[in-house]
C-alpha cells in the first residue's frame, strides 16, 4: 500500500460555483471523493489537501516526507504561474509528483501558458476537467507498481 497526497491550489474550494464553463460543474468534494475510493480500491491511502494560502501548501509539502507520501498529485491554480516557493518544497521534498490543471493552461490567457513546476513533473494533464485528476491517479498508481520489485 502506498501513501498519495492530492494538493489543491487556491480557489479550487469554489469548484462547481466558480466560472463552471471554464472549471466544470463537480465540486471539489466529489473529486477528492471519488479519488479516494479509486486509490482505495487499489489499495492505496489517499489523502486530500485543499488552502487558498500559499505557506500552508509549503507546509503541507514539507511534511509529506515525514508523513511517509511516495507521491504526489498537485494542482497548484493560481500559484502555477507564480509560486517558485512552492517549487522549491516540491524540489526539497524530492517526491514524485504529476501537476493537474482542470482548464487547458496553453489555451487560455498568455501569463497562464508558463509553470514554475511542468519541468520537476512526472507529467501534466491539462484540460480534461475533473477527470484529469482520475487520470492522474491512473498514472501515479502506474510509477508506484514500476518501483516496486
Known amino acids: 500500500m502506498a501513501r498519495l497526497l492530492v494538493i489543491h491550489g487556491p480557489n479550487l474550494n469554489l469548484l462547481g460555483t466558480r466560472e463552471p464553463q471554464i472549471y466544470g ?3 471539489l468534494a466529489t473529486i477528492d471523493q471519488r479519488l479516494a475510493a479509486a486509490a482505495k480500491a487499489r489499495g ?3 489523502e486530500c489537501f485543499q488552502s487558498n494560502a500559499e505557506h500552508e501548501l509549503i ?5 509529506a516526507q515525514a508523513d511517509g507520501i511516495e507521491f504526489i498529485i498537485i494542482n497548484p491554480a493560481g500559484y502555477t504561474h507564480t509560486s517558485v516557493a512552492l517549487r522549491d518544497a516540491l524540489a526539497a521534498a524530492r517526491i514524485p509528483f504529476i501537476e493537474v490543471h482542470l482548464s487547458n493552461i496553453y489555451a487560455r490567457e498568455p501569463f ?7 519541468d520537476l513533473a512526472v507529467g501534466i494533464i491539462s484540460g480534461l476537467g475533473a477527470h ?3 487520470l492522474a491517479l491512473d498514472a501515479a498508481c502506474g510509477q508506484l507498481a514500476a518501483q516496486k520489485p
Not at 497562464?112 to 511542468?118: D, L, T
Open 132 to 134: 484529469g485528476y482520475e
Open 112 to 118: 497562464r501558458k508558463n509553470s514554475y513546476f511542468s
Open 25 to 27: 460543474k463537480i465540486n
Open 59 to 63: 507546509n503541507r509539502v514539507q511534511r
Open 44 to 46: 492505496h491511502d489517499l
